[in-house]
């Protein structure tokens, strides 16, 4: 499987069409150089905001209200890109109001043309104290022509009950689109997908948002560089990096995954990770000891 993750740049758009030619160019590109799989960054779609009156961008909540009637042409977009260059697409992330409140859903696209989606399941402060979004309650393992695929957005990377649920029901490769305004929250981010790779002996794809929008406040600073994390053992890099674009660049970084090399190495690792995890549960009695 050829992979292509998005560092994506945040534009500042006059118009649907430019954001249409913007998405257009970037599939596009991806698919001309042979990607099985395009993967776009957490937030993404938020410069679609960009669209409105200053006075609704100046308040997050507004434009995410405003951004629900741009949803439909947004899907549609993305399903026609994936059926025209015949990859999957994951689009970069949307706030979703359903019944149930706000959600960050990140929507999956076939080359046939039929949509999946993954909500976020865990919310930064930022997300619940002051955009109101709620952590979806479900979890996704995507069958492809290529391989199963999990989808852990941004924060979720960070929890290794998640990972191991979709790693549990078959998936080899783990999707993170990522958000982060600090270098801190890139690292967690990249440790977090790099302890799941470790954990479970899979493959973890990491696609950030890069750039600045001074006029928002939701994606005003974008820090991140996309990479492909692997199990440290036999067939992989020792330090579990596959590779890695440059720092805060508007790029697009591919690489080939050879899912053949994570069976292998799950049944004749130097470790058996993936294998031994339940050897950790139930926990071990534990006592402190006075040692003062």
Known sequence: MKVALAQYPVSFLHSWQEYEEKITRWVDEASTAGADLLVFPEYASMELASLFTDDIREVVLR??????????????????????HSVYILAGSFP????EGTVNRAHFFNPHGSM???????MTRFENEQWGIQGGDHLKVFETRHGKVGVLICYDSEFPLLARQLTDAGADVLLVPSCTDTM????RVRVGSQARALENQCFVLQSPLVGGAPWSEAIDINLGQAAVYTPPDYG?????????????????????LDLSALREV?????????RDW?????GRDLKVVDFA
Request: with cysteine; net charge negative; proline share 8%.
């Open 96 to 99: 979703v109001q359903t019944e």
């Open 184 to 187: 801190n929250g890139f690292y």
């Open 266 to 274: 799950r049944r004749n690792g130097q470790v058996f990770n993936n």
């Open 116 to 122: 999946d989606f993954q909500d976020k399941c865990i």
């Open 63 to 84: 434009q995410i209200d405003e951004m629900q009637n741009l949803l439909p042409e947004v899907l549609d977009l993305h399903r026609r890109l994936a059926q025209e």
């Open 236 to 256: 992989f890099p020792p330090n579990g990096i596959l590779t890695e674009g440059e720092l805060n660049a508007p790029q697009w970084l591919y690489a080939n």
């Open 278 to 282: 339940p050897h950790q549960l139930p």
